[in-house]
């Protein structure tokens, strides 16, 4: 059984269709790239998988139950997180906060235990504090150090897009959305984090979905590729068997001129 | 541009008063048969050290209790965005609670001989009272205005203002109700430091800072004050986070309840007395604090209560009466107004800065 199915997925917005007959699978410890030109309808459909849009027609199911309708935090609390591709922190919490925070829907600890100061509240500050100290030295020294206590706001921009996937990692996700995780970076960062992308499946076991206009990070990284075009899926298959598809060459560049006569 | 003028000529005019008025104080502390003093207010005759440490001890009590409602506001604002103008009927139900509760204690002669666990317990109903309100409120009048203009919860917010000072006008009638006396051991003058102070203000300081540190420990320490920050910085992300938005909300609504319950006990031991209107005016002042201190921060907050009950109580004697103006002791409201006009000129964003959440700092 697959971790993700999607069935007849379309999405409308007014009239207009953001995305329309997308079916596919995602299978447990696969990398999959979702692609396509602007408008193609790639965050959307992170948004329908998050819980933040309701789709109009079709079905999301996640490890054969539907995640149709529920709100963004249960969803998050089965088992998916995402990135955005505009990075969206809490700008005035610390990177460890931020972090920290993530974990809310692992951890069941109220408010009367901190209060109380109990034993258990104070093993559960402890073990998310360490979680959250282990997910961040997951991006080597970048994030650690006196940067744990630095408000993310203050965060260069590389550091905060892997902030954001630190944040996702820790809310224990089995299915990770990376939205545009490279954009934007220079390419010895984008080398660095594509390596970090394949290591992610690796080290911590995550299904992942990726946004991405970068095609060399789409090439290394991914084992099946999707194509969206107008919200429509015009291709899928490997990096190689969709590159050389002719619908997605019109996509990406246009319709060659006919000569006229 | 006209407006512009307008408002400079306020700035100019307000600080040149508030200097004047300290150059004149200076000068009749110093020499009271001055010419100034003989022009503006001959009969002027300054203050000794201990009225000004009295002045800062009322001050800071009743600051302190201002600063207790002003994080409901400035908690709210954070959270939702908007000014719940009916946070101070949440207050005033505290007061009103341990009022009805310690008049019966009082009847049966448990308020004398065991007065410690009435005070445990009407503190313990005030904050229930004012905690259940408060989460109505939300739950009743605020959930389902959620995704509407900042500006209809506000308006709502006056309306259930209104409904509840009614509420109880109809219920417990228009009277003052008076809390029962005392106990000697706990009013009565203290001194310490120097400073001369009645047991009831200094209980007022210590219960208002325990509070603050409290608040501080959970909305800093705890995962559900950081659920809480998460929150007011980005709704959607937070619930990405597995966070229970309404959840959280409601606990907002509910621990600014509960400081609300606990000043209104403070005020209630403090002047005695109580009726349906004593929500209002703490309430107003209290959310001056809140724009003082920088709308949104609890920090600030606490310290925009303090500096504002101060100033209300120190600035009429020490500004305004070497200016001459007639009848000082009553301008404190006055007082505590110009002060917002003053802030709102010169640092819109309070004195220890907003906090703002992400969309708006984008």
């Known amino acids: 059984m697959s971790l993700l199915e999607i069935k007849d997925l379309k999405i409308t917005f007014g009239g207009l269709d953001a995305l329309s007959g997308l079916n596919f699978d995602i299978n447990e410890g696969e990398i999959v790239s979702v692609i396509g030109p602007n408008g193609a309808g790639k965050t959307t459909f992170f948004n329908a998988i998050s819980g933040l849009v309701a789709p109009s027609e079709g079905d999301i199911e996640f490890e054969g139950d539907s995640i149709v309708g529920l709100d963004p935090s249960t969803v998050t609390s089965l088992g998916i997180a995402r990135t955005f591709q505009n990075v969206r922190l809490f700008p005035n919490m610390t990177v460890l906060e931020n972090v920290m925070v993530a974990q809310h829907c692992r951890t069941r600890e109220l408010i009367y235990g901190a209060l109380l100061q109990t034993k258990a509240f104070k093993k559960e500050e402890r073990e998310i504090r360490e979680r959250a100290e282990e997910v961040l030295g997951f991006f080597g020294h970048r994030l650690i150090g006196y940067r744990l206590d630095q408000p993310a706001f203050a965060l260069s921009y590389a550091n905060r897009r892997r902030l954001e996937i630190a944040r996702a990692m820790a809310t224990q996700p089995r299915l990770l959305l990376l939205d545009e995780p490279v954009a934007g970076m220079n390419p010895i960062e984008t080398a660095e984090l594509t390596a970090l992308i394949g290591r992610l499946r690796t080290e911590w076991g995550f299904t992942i979905v990726v946004i991405e206009h970068d095609m060399k990070v789409v090439k290394d990284v991914s084992d099946r590729v999707v194509v969206l075009d107008h919200g429509v899926p015009i291709a899928q298959g490997s990096y190689d068997e969709v590159s050389s598809d002719p619908n997605v060459i019109e996509a990406y560049l246009g319709r060659p001129v006919e000569a006229k006569a | ?362």
């Not at chain 2, 959930?143 to 417990?172: A, E, H, M």
Request: net charge positive; charged share 15%.
């Open chain 2, 1 to 362: 541009m006209t407006v512009d003028r307008f408002l400079t000529f306020i700035r100019v005019f307000l600080v040149t008063m508030i200097v004047i008025g300290l150059l004149a104080f200076v000068w009749q502390q110093i020499d009271a048969d001055n010419p100034f003093a003989r022009w503006r207010n001959p009969g002027a005759r300054g203050l000794t050290g201990d009225q000004f440490k009295g002045l800062l001890i009322s001050g800071l009590s009743q600051g302190s209790m201002y600063g207790l409602i002003a994080l409901g506001y400035s908690m709210v604002y954070g959270v939702l965005g908007f000014i719940n103008f009916a946070h101070g009927e949440v207050f005033m139900v505290g007061a009103m609670t341990g009022f009805i509760a310690s008049e019966k204690f009082n009847d049966n002669g448990m308020w004398e001989s065991n007065f410690l666990l009435c005070l445990a317990l009407i503190v313990l109903m005030a904050i229930f009272f004012s905690t259940s309100l408060a989460v109505l409120m939300e739950r009743v009048a605020y959930r389902p205005l959620r995704n509407s203009p900042r500006l209809i919860p506000l308006i709502t917010s006056i309306g259930v203002s209104f409904f509840i000072q009614n509420l109880v006008l109809g219920l417990f009638g228009p009277s003052t109700k008076s809390y029962p006396r005392l106990p000697e051991w706990l009013s009565k003058q203290r001194s310490i430091l120097t400073f001369e102070i009645a047991g009831t203000r200094l209980m007022v300081l210590v219960v208002a800072a325990a509070s603050m540190g409290v608040l501080w420990y959970i909305v800093e320490r705890t995962k559900t004050g950081k659920a809480m920050r998460a929150v007011a910085e980005d709704k959607e992300i937070a619930s990405l986070m597995g966070i229970d938005v309404n959840r959280t909300i409601v606990t907002t609504f509910a621990v600014g309840g509960a400081m609300a319950g606990v000043g209104g006990i403070l005020w209630g031991l403090m002047f005695r007395s109580v009726t349906h209107m004593t929500g209002f005016l703490p309430g107003v002042k209290a959310f001056t604090a809140a724009v003082v201190g920088g709308i949104g921060n609890l920090g600030g907050a606490m310290a925009g209560g303090i500096s504002l009950g101060s100033a209300e109580s120190i600035a009429p004697l020490l500004i305004l009466e070497p200016l001459g103006v007639p009848g000082v002791s009553q301008l404190k409201d006055a007082v505590a107004f110009t002060v917002l006009v003053l802030v709102l000129l010169f640092k819109p964003s309070g004195l220890f800065g907003e906090r703002l959440s992400s969309e708006e700092r984008a």
